[in-house]
């Protein structure tokens, strides 16, 4: 039978109406519309044409609804095909798989054979997201049940609206509440960004930071401690196109085991006792953003595994639920230790490391790069003067810079800091002579507190060697100019010993050496002898 259309909208409608939860809501809208339109699922997308994520977050069938968040990242080809179909809101498919981006969607639930109709949610001319009925199988539509399911344009971009408004207050409700002290780091690392050095003693690493920070590989930032590894991951942050999402931080260090996967993953209401609530964990809350693991390398045996299932599957699961979550994250990890010897000492995971080491920069210890000591002498005493309100700018005392340029800051940067933090409160702003760099830094010895490391293994050796030559020959193993003519070897026995020694080669790792200049050849990790 038919319907009149202002009847079959008024009870669409109706149904929209019913309830609060867009899921919901979706379920009871199709139990109606298919007494009318065939269907046997329908579902609520949106799309992000800045990031060319498509997200599924509500689905019905005549059994079962759900609120989800399952995003797909469209290829190149759908992305076009959404752009070239503006003009055409609705869209009416014999299979599901004849539609480029309906197919890629549809991809993670199935149905591909199944007919469909597919709505843009579109108000005041913008994009609000896209509604999905599947069909049966061998059952097309008409242009009846087009001009019918057309009427639900409106009623479902406004509820559709709603529910994304709702989510994004709850989102910063969560960050408020249970993420405070991250949401306080963030805001601190993105006001205090200046990296003084930038164009001097950082210059390598900055150039580095910029060719890595567009693309979404992994960063690994090896250094001691308090050289500026942090300042550096938000740098990169700040330089891609994640900018605008979280940055958010792991101290994997200072984590309990006990608490490790809770605070990674999150976990559900009642999954352990005190689990009185759900909680979103840092993967999570890094969401369309970057995470920051810090002191990577003492996370327990078991976190890494976990880790790196989520490097590869990009998927998470909160202790006690049924489902796992995709996240889209990059992630930056750093450490002070020596990985690679951690690896032959059986206490990292090789596979892990070679996630991680697709991009590793080197931060230089301070002792390095002692030209960098004056402007960041300037830089800490003008932003700890302002903090102390001291009203003025306090110049050095005479000789005290060279004090400073002859000790050896086993501490880097941090400990210059603290240094400078010190001096100031001691002349209490009135007679700023930086005292205490006269009476109580003395030259020191040269300490190094990186770990010592021994003489490089012939593996060690030969896997730099390959990487310099990869990054000399723009990431071509084979070839004129090639690394394998570079190193003199077979390209096939190149490729061989690449696998067995974990040097990333291929189509994925080329773009990384290519935009790796000549110049940073030096920069990759060298083992100090
Ligand atoms: N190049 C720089 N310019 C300005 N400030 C810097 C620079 N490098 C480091 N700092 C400052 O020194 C302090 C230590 O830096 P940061 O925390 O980034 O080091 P880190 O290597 O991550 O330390 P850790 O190994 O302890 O985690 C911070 O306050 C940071 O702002």
């Excluded at 991680?356 to 700890?384: A, E, M, T, Y």
């Excluded at 302002?386 to 940067?413: C, E, Q, R």
Aim: net charge positive; hydrophobic share 40%.
């Amino acid at each position: 039978m038919n319907p009149d259309p202002n009847e079959f909208f008024k009870n669409t409608v109706l149904r929209i109406c019913s309830s609060l939860e867009v899921e919901k809501a979706l379920w009871h809208s199709l139990l109606y519309v298919r007494e009318h339109i065939p269907a046997s699922q329908m579902s609520l997308h949106l799309y992000n044409p800045v990031t060319g994520i498509a997200e599924t977050v509500a689905q019905a069938t005549p059994g079962k609804y759900g609120r989800l968040s399952v995003k797909t990242h469209l290829s190149e080809k759908a992305r076009r095909q959404v752009e070239a179909q503006r003009s055409q809101r609705l869209r009416r498919v014999n299979r599901v798989s004849d539609d480029p981006v309906a197919e890629e969607v549809s991809r993670y639930f199935g149905g591909a054979v199944q007919s469909a109709l597919i709505l843009d949610l579109v108000i005041e001319g913008r994009l609000i997201g896209v509604l999905t009925l599947h069909g049966e199988v061998g059952k097309t539509y008409t242009a009846r049940h087009e001009q019918l399911f057309r009427l639900l344009n409106e009623p479902f971009a406004v509820a559709l609206s709603n529910s994304m408004r709702q989510r994004e207050l709850n989102k910063l409700k969560e960050l408020l509440t249970d993420d405070n002290p991250y949401f306080q780091e963030n805001e601190e690392a993105f006001s205090e960004n200046e990296v003084v050095g930038a164009d001097y003693g950082l210059r390598g690493v900055m150039e580095m930071a910029r060719q890595v920070a567009p693309l979404e590989s992994p960063v690994l930032l090896l250094g001691e401690t308090g050289v500026g590894k942090e300042l550096i991951a938000s740098a990169v942050h700040r330089a891609s196109p994640r900018r605008n999402g979280p940055l958010i931080k792991v101290n994997c260090g200072a984590i309990p085991d006990t608490l490790i996967d809770s605070e990674l993953f999150g976990h559900e209401k009642g999954a352990f006792t005190g689990a009185s609530s759900m909680k979103r964990g840092r993967f999570e809350r890094a969401d369309e953003g970057t995470i920051f693991l810090d002191e990577v390398a003492e996370l327990s045996p078991e976190a890494q595994v976990r880790l790196l299932r989520v490097l590869q599957e990009k998927e998470i699961e909160r202790v006690g639920a049924a489902e796992t979550t995709h996240v889209d994250i990059r992630v930056i990890a750093a450490t002070h230790r020596n990985l690679d010897g951690l690896v032959s000492m059986g206490r990292f995971r090789q596979d892990l490391l070679f996630r991680l080491k697709v991009f590793p920069i080197v931060i230089p210890p301070l002792r390095d790069r002692k030209g960098d000591i004056p402007s960041l002498v300037q830089h800490f005493v003008r932003i700890k003067s302002l903090d102390m309100k001291l009203g003025t700018i306090p110049p050095l005392a005479p000789g005290a810079m060279d004090k400073l340029m002859d000790y050896s800051w086993p501490g880097n940067v941090r400990e210059l800091e603290n240094a400078v933090e010190r001096a100031l409160i001691l002349s209490g702003g009135k007679k700023p002579v930086f005292q205490e760099f006269d009476l109580g830094l003395k030259p020191g010895p040269k300490t190094k507190n990186v770990e010592s490391l021994s003489l490089p293994t012939m593996d060690q050796a030969m896997a730099d060697l390959m990487r310099k030559a990869l990054v000399l020959a723009k990431g071509r193993v084979e070839g004129k100019g090639g690394a394998a003519e570079i190193l003199g070897m077979h390209p096939m026995t190149l490729r061989n010993r690449m696998k067995k020694l974990g040097v990333p080669f291929g189509k994925k790792a080329r773009a990384v050496y290519k935009s790796s200049a000549p110049s940073t050849v030096l920069n990759w990790p060298q083992v100090k002898k």
